[in-house]
């Protein structure tokens, strides 16, 4: 599985980006896709999750601002984010987890929100 993420840049406090990530490779067997994030001298958080069935999942810190969605025809991930606070500066992970609980990542992509 091979993942493509894009779309950060820099933008104001209070704007929006949507990131994208194309997926290519074999999918059949990815189970999960989401949207993971690192601020310098932070840890990886989770940000979004999107389940093979639909449901999602997004981190209390970014409910209500950010959402995931998927275009399955396009084998793309998205996630689309408004409102963007200071703190969410930080590099942007694409992760697909297969059912075997394998991981794989595409490279980051850094947002940077700042006036």
């Known amino acids: 599985v091979q993942l493509q993420a894009c779309g950060g840049g820099l933008v104001q406090p209070g704007g929006s980006l949507r990131l994208s990530c194309a997926a290519s490779?074999?999918?059949?067997?990815?189970?999960?896709m989401g949207w993971y994030r690192q601020a310098p001298g932070h840890e990886r958080e989770l940000v979004a999750v999107?389940?093979?069935?639909?449901?999602?999942t997004v981190a209390d810190s970014v409910k209500g601002r950010f959402t995931i969605s998927r275009d399955n025809a396009k084998n793309t991930l998205y996630l689309e984010m408004n409102n963007l606070k200071p703190e969410d500066t930080a590099v942007y992970y694409c992760?697909?987890?297969?059912?075997?609980?394998?991981?794989?990542w595409g490279k980051g992509t850094q947002v940077t929100v700042s006036s």
């Open positions: 992760n697909a987890r297969s059912v075997r609980r394998m991981d794989f």
């Open positions: 999107i389940f093979r069935g639909g449901d999602t």
């Open positions: 490779g074999t999918l059949f067997s990815i189970d999960a």
